[in-house]
C-alpha cells in the first residue's frame, strides 16, 4: 500500500475537526478513544464476507473489534472469523514475518478464501515490519489475492481508517475483475454496512424500481463483485464523510459520477432513488422510480398514523456521527418529533451544515462531553427521548430517559420506508413503555407501613 500524501491528508473527503483550517489535522491525544484507524479500517473490510480477515499483531486488537458490528451476512461467514498471527514479545524483538506467512499460508490452505485482508497494527508498525513485501510475495506463490491494509491505529480516528480502506480497495481490487457476460450494469452503493440489514431493505427496493445494485462496498459483500465496481454507471456514497474519497477517486479514474445520499427517512429514500434513475440516465426507470414512491410514501403515511398521534411533539436528543447525525433528523421530523439536541463530534463542516439546514437555530449542538453533556441537554431542553450509541444506553437507564440505539451495534433496520415504520414503533415503544412509571414509583421498602419488617 502506497504511503499517505500531504496533499491526500488535505482532501475534503476525509472531514475535519477544525473547520476552516486543514481539513484532517494532526491526530490529538485520545482522540482514538471512539475506535481507532485499525478499527476503522475493519469496520469498512470486515462486512466482505467471504474473504478472511487476519490481524498482524496482538491478539487483543482482533479481539478489540471482532464482532462487535452488527453487519449482517446473507450466506458466507469467513469474514466473522477471528484471524491474528498474536505477536509474542519474542516476535516484537526479533520480527513476526515468518509468523505473518506461516498464518497466511495457514488461512489459504485451510479455507481457500477468495482472498485476504491482512491488518498492521500499532505494534507492527512500530518495530517496522514490511508487510506489503510479505503480501506480495505470497500472493505471487498462492495465486491469491493478499491485501495489505495500512491503518495502523496511531495514525488517527476510526475516520480515517475507514478511508484508509477505501485507499486499500482501490489500489488492490477495484478493476481488478470482470462482471459476468450477462451481469447489468448498474449502482455500487459505497458506505453502506448492512447494519441489522438495512442493505437487503435498500437492494429490495432497488430491484423494484429495476436498479442493478452491481457492487456493495461493502455490506454483506462477496470479494469478487468488488472487482468489477469499476464498471458501474453510478456511485452512491452513503457514509458521506469516511468514503467521500473513494467515489471521488473513481470517479477521477474511471468517470463514475457519483452523489451522496440516505436511506433514512421517506423523503430521503426517495431523492436517492431517484438520483440514482437520473445518474443512469433512462427515463423509463425514472418513471418507474416515481410509481414506486409514490406508491410506499402513501402507504408509508397510512401505516405512520397510529405512531404519528403518540410522537408528534416529542423532542429527542440525537447523539451519533456523520451521515447519521443530519439523514436521521430528516426521519425523526418526518414523524413529527423535534430534535431540540444533537451530537457534532464525529461530523464533518459538511454534515454540520446539513444539520443546520434541517434543525435551524432553536437546537443545541454538542460538539462533545459525553455522556454528562447528553444528559445535562436532555434536561435542560426537557427532551422525551434519547436516541444514541449503544455506550450511552445504561446512563440513559439509570436517568429513567427513554432510549433508542441508533449506532453499529444495533439490532434494527431503519433504512427505506420500512426501516421508517420500524423506527417510528420502537420510538413508541421506549416512550410508552410501562417500566418508566414503575421505575418511578416509591420502592416498596420506601412506602410506609407496606414493607413488613
Partial sequence: MEPIRKEELDDQACGSLAPKSKPCPRPKPGEAAGGCSFDGAQITLLPIMDAAHLVHGPVACAGNSWESRGS???????????????????????????KLKDSIDYIAGRFAPPAIFVYSTCVTALIGEDMDAVCKEASDRLAIPIVPVNSPGFVGSKNLGNRLAGDALLQYVIGTGEPEQETPLGVNLIGEYNIAGEMWDIEKLMNQAGITLLSRITGDARYKEITWAHRAKANMVVCSRALLGLAKQMESKYGIPYFEGSFYGAKETTYSLRQMAF?????????????????????????????????????????????????????????????????TNKSSDEDVQRIADRVGDDTEYIPEGGASRIIKTVKERKADIMIAGGRNMYVAMKEQIPFVDINQERHKAYAGYEGLLRLAKELVDSMVNPIWKLASSPAPWDKEGNYDR
Fill in 72 to 98: 449482517l451476512s446473507s450466506g458466507p461467514s469467513l469474514s466473522q472469523y477471528g484471524f491474528a498471527t498474536d505477536l509474542s514479545n519474542n516476535d516484537i524483538i526479533f520480527g513476526g514475518e515468518k
Fill in 279 to 343: 445518474l443512469l440516465n433512462d427515463r423509463e426507470m425514472e418513471r418507474r422510480v416515481d410509481r414506486l414512491t409514490e406508491r410506499e410514501e402513501n402507504r408509508l403515511a397510512h401505516d405512520l398514523r397510529p405512531y404519528r398521534k403518540i410522537l408528534k411533539g416529542k423532542k429527542a436528543v440525537l447523539y451519533t456521527g456523520g451521515v447519521k447525525s443530519w439523514s436521521v433528523i430528516s426521519a425523526l421530523k418526518e414523524l413529527g418529533i423535534q430534535v431540540v439536541g444533537v451530537g
